[in-house]
Structure formats: C-alpha cells, structure tokens
C-alpha cells in the first residue's frame, strides 16, 4: 500500500513538474489573432447567462451566439471576470465583424443575408461605437484583457494534459497517462493553440474529459456482468454534452460513444444474452439523451428558437466558413489534399503519419481485448476521418481533435514495448 501511494506521488510530482516548466517556457505572443478578438468578445456571452442571468437577450438571437456552442464562451467570460476584465458589452464582438465587413462608411449597407447578420452585431452595438472605429480612435483590445484570456486558456491545456494522465490512471496504465499527457502538452500545434485566447485548447480539455467518462462508462459496459445502474452512462453523457457544448467537432466522441454501444450489444449478441443486447441498447440511449438535454439546457441560443436553432452550430458555422473562402485560403484539394495536411500539421509528414497509424494497427491487432485499447484505437480512426473529411482549411489547430487520440495510442505503444523490453531482460538473467 504504502509502495503503491509513493509510485502515485512521484506520478503526480513528475506531472505537476513538467507542466509548471512547459507553463513557465511560454512566449507571449505580440500579436493579436483576429480571431481572438471574437473568441474573447465572445466573453460577453458569460456574462449574460451567469452574472445577469438574462436568458432572454435579444443577443442570444445574433450570429456569434448561434454558429458557435457556448461553454468556451462561457470558460473564457469565467477567467476575464476573475481576473477583473468582465465582457459587459457586445462591443469587440461588433469590431470583429466590422473589420470582417470591411465597410469604409456609415453608409454602407449588407449585400448579401450573411453581411445582414453580421451587421446585425454591429447595429447592436450603437452608431457611436461604430464611428470611433471608423475613425480609427478605438484599439480591439487592451493587453491586459489579452493576457487574461489567455493565462485561462493556457490552464485549459494544463488540465487537458490532466485529463489524460487520468485517463491512463483510470485504466490501470498510469505510464501511458503519463507519456500521453507530456507528448500532448508540448506538441507544437497544441502548444500554439493553447497560447493564443480562442476556443480549440478550451474544447480539447472537455474533449478529453469525455473520452475519459465514456472510456470509464465502456470498460463497465463490456464486462461480463454489464455495468450496474445508469450512473457510469449520466457521467459520460454530462461529459459529452459538455464537450459538444464547447465545440462541435466533440460530434467525434458522440460517434465513438454510439460505436462502442454497437460492439457491445453484438458481443452480447454472440455471447447469446438476449437481455444484455437491450440493456446495452438502454445505456446507449441514456448517453445520448443526456448528452442531447444537456447541450440544448445550457445553450440559450438553442433555447430561444427551439427546436430550429439545434443546426444553428453546424449550418451557421458552414455557411461562416464559404464566406472566409472568399476572404482567405481556398479548400484544401480533394481529399489527397486534406489527408496531406493532416499528415503534415499532426505528424510533420508522411512518415511519422505512417509509423502512427502503425501504433493503431499493432494496437488493433495485439491488445483489441482491452477495453480502454478497443476506446483509443476507435477514437483515433473517427478523430482522422473526420477531421480529414471536414477540414476546410490547412489551419494547424483544426487538427487539435487528432492530437489527444494520438498522444494516448502513442503511450499504450510506448509502454508496451518497454514492458515487454523489461521482461525479455528478466528471462535472460540468470
């Protein structure tokens, strides 16, 4: 007990280290993103559900409040409040847009139904807001307010980090946890994200919370005996409408929690336990509706122009993204095109792409027994075929999805090798 209790401290020392030295070697960017101009306007948002508490604003009807889901809102509008930067206006989210407009005069008039929305934000916020940035008398953002936004994302990668080194400890691999959670840590895409105030880093954190309930709530589903009562199944479906809730790209989890219901019930089917093919079904069913009640309750959006405004993630962001076409880089080409970005930004090539879809092969085939093994190896094939049939641009941080499915099939690989290293060494002493 007492060897057991000293391993876990030198885990958590050793974690806490390396993630307190990773914090301490990060640069302040000078720049700002345009895009963290919107994400930390976006904070305005917290402060109308928590501190006002006024559900019913006309702004839950405006674009920024419906092509996004809003817990990075609201995580983002939590660490400006606490730092003493509350976002009380809609301000910086209308400079966002009007920069996005580029209108040159008051007189300008939308042109198309997606400049009617956006102008719509920048009607909210006054004529007089409006004429000081025309003017050019009003900065985006003061770098206080910057700096906050940012140290809150930045403790969101430390406790994304967190979440895998769970994750391994949860399972009985506290190693893997380990290597999972430093080679996600210091990744440079994920590193890059998490120094910049936007929401990738804050969703990847949620992400990876909820693969860890849903691995949890699977490794009880697949025992012999089934898990008992709901409670695994509320916890993974809280995680998931929590995760999707920050960002739709967490639809990856929702995919994996329904293929992991299918195996289970045809494991159940086979093993012929009729019963146990229908109870499967009902956790199933209870991750989703609670997952689904959960993403809808905490949204306002959603609530106010229920039930259309469900698609109002998904299509709003598509139709946000044909305009940054226009405005930005083309497509990728074709899917070659996307499957070489993807390599690229994830694995910094070709190679090491093969060499990890190495991993999950070696994994598929010699530990598919083990649930939370079965969990990773699902998790990663989902997390790149979608994320290689959506991306719409070579932006690195939209590979973040990929990143933490392949840090932990790298660490179950890694461990395995030493272990199997260290008792090949055992049998040959004499």
């Known amino acids: ?3 057991s209790l000293l391993v876990s ?4 020392v050793a974690w806490a280290a390396g993630a307190l030295g990773w914090v301490a070697l990060q640069k302040d960017d000078p720049l700002l993103d345009q895009d963290e101009v919107y994400w930390i306007g976006s904070a305005y948002y917290y402060d109308l559900a928590w501190v006002r508490r006024d559900w019913r604003h006309e702004a839950w009807r405006l ?12 995580v983002l509008g939590l660490g400006l409040a606490t730092a003493g930067h509350r976002v009380e206006s809609i301000e910086n989210l209308a400079y966002f847009y009007l920069k996005w407009l580029r209108w040159e005069n008051p007189a300008a008039v939308p042109t198309n139904a997606a400049e009617e929305k956006r102008a719509a934000v920048v009607r909210a916020a006054g004529p007089e807001f409006m004429r000081q940035v025309l003017d050019g008398r009003r900065a985006p953002l003061p770098r206080p307010v910057v700096g906050a936004a940012r140290t809150t994302v930045l403790v969101c990668a430390v406790l994304g980090s967190l979440s895998l080194l769970l994750l391994g400890w949860s399972v009985g691999d506290r190693v893997a946890g380990l290597v999972a959670s430093v080679l996600l840590l210091v990744h440079p895409v994920a590193a ?3 120094s910049h ?4 880093t804050i969703a990847l954190l949620f992400a990876v919370a909820a693969a860890w309930a849903v691995t949890n ?3 009880r589903l697949a025992a012999p005996d089934g898990p008992r009562g709901l409670g695994p199944a509320v916890l993974a479906g809280v995680a998931l409408g929590l995760a ?4 739709m790209n967490a639809l990856v989890l929702v995919l994996l929690a329904g293929a992991l219901t299918a195996i289970a019930m045809a494991q159940r089917w086979r093993a012929g336990a009729g019963r146990g093919v229908g109870a499967a079904a009902r956790q199933g069913i209870a991750v989703l509706v609670v997952a689904l009640a959960l993403f809808v309750a905490i949204n306002p959006a959603i609530l106010a122009d229920f039930p259309r405004a469900l698609a109002a993630p998904i299509m709003e962001h598509r139709l946000t993204e044909a305009t940054q076409v226009d405005l930005h880089d083309p497509h990728p080409a074709g899917l070659g095109g996307k499957l070489a970005a993807v390599a690229r930004m994830a694995f910094y090539g070709w190679e090491f792409f093969a060499v990890m879809a190495g991993l999950v092969a070696w994994c598929a085939v010699r530990r598919w027994r083990e649930p939370a093994v079965r969990v990773a190896v699902i998790w990663w094939g989902l997390a790149l075929a979608s994320v290689t049939l959506w991306l719409p641009f070579a932006w690195p941080r939209y590979v973040l999805p ?9 660490g179950l690989a890694l461990t395995a090798a030493w272990q199997a290293a260290v008792r090949r060494n055992a049998a040959a002493s004499p």
Not at 65 to 73: F, G, L, T
Not at 244 to 247: D, I, P, S, V
């Open 244 to 247: 999707c809730a920050a960002k």
């Open 192 to 194: 890059s994200a998490a």
């Open 402 to 410: 990929l990143l933490a499915p392949s840090a932990w099939i790298a």
């Open 217 to 219: 709530w699977y490794r």
């Open 197 to 200: 105030a936007m929401s990738d």
């Open 9 to 12: 401290l030198c885990f958590v």
């Open 63 to 74: 674009l920024p409040a419906r092509e996004n889901p809003p817990v990075c809102k609201y």
């Open 1 to 3: 007990m007492r060897k």
